[in-house]
């Protein structure tokens, strides 16, 4: 496979459950991204792992766990989810090459979260 | 609060006209500015990105940046139904520790008819 991907593309969940969904880039990336994406609302950043060192929480409820093993790969694990985290979460991934800007990043298709 | 702003549209041009989307940005500290195309039910995909004032060409898309206005532009010549989708402006900082951390507009939504 090419450029990101995600897993599973669809999930529903009880507020009870817990769960993980996946990202993997194929690009020879260091850095990725889970943003959260709800209707009506702009991108929103949620994690920022560079070299798998988190280095951006974005004021993230606590039940939302993210885990980088290595470069290629970033979990999002979630537990007691609320109906108003119904959303798309993306991951992304970009090459960080440069220490005076912030560099393009590529975006996975998303998992359609709806918390029931 | 660092912010994007986008005028939601919707944008409604014939085909073969050009589609002009504007951006403002409120961080003078962004040095990165980045505009997504979404199609509906689909993730963003990167359409141009531009770092240094001016303009930047790349087919039938041009992007524009104005640092001391806080403005982005990108305007789309010859507009296809096709390239009918919602329109992210995204703005991010200078490397460092704020490496990464786009803030993105609202979106414009764009429809070319026929």
């Known amino acids: 496979e090419t450029g990101v991907t995600q897993t599973p593309r669809h999930l529903v969940m009880g507020m009870t459950n817990k769960k993980s969904l996946k990202c993997e880039q194929h690009l020879g990336h260091n850095a990725m991204y889970w943003y959260k994406q709800s209707a009506k609302k702009p991108l929103e950043l949620m994690f920022v792992y560079n070299f798998k060192e988190q280095t951006e929480n974005n004021s993230v409820p606590s039940r939302f766990s993210p885990e980088c093993p290595n470069s290629s790969h970033l979990f999002l694990h979630l537990h007691t989810l609320q109906p108003e985290d119904s959303a798309l979460y993306l991951c992304a991934s970009s090459h960080h090459g440069s220490t005076s800007r912030t560099d393009t990043q590529y975006f996975g298709p998303g998992t359609r979260l709806t918390v029931l | 609060q660092k912010e994007v702003e986008q005028n939601s549209g919707p944008l409604s041009v014939p085909e073969g006209a050009i589609a002009s989307l504007n951006c403002t940005y409120s961080d003078r500290g962004s040095q990165s500015f980045f505009w997504y195309r979404q199609y509906s039910g689909k993730s963003p995909e990167l359409i141009m990105s531009i770092y240094s004032n001016g303009d930047k060409e790349d087919g039938r898309f041009t992007a524009q940046l104005n640092k001391a206005s806080q403005y982005v532009s990108l305007l789309i010549r010859d507009s296809q139904p096709s390239d009918s989708a919602t329109y992210l402006c995204?703005?991010?900082?200078?490397?460092?520790?704020?490496?990464?951390?786009?803030?993105f507009g609202q979106g414009t939504i764009l429809t070319v008819h026929p």
């Open positions: 995204a703005g991010g900082p200078a490397g460092g520790t704020s490496y990464g951390k786009l803030t």
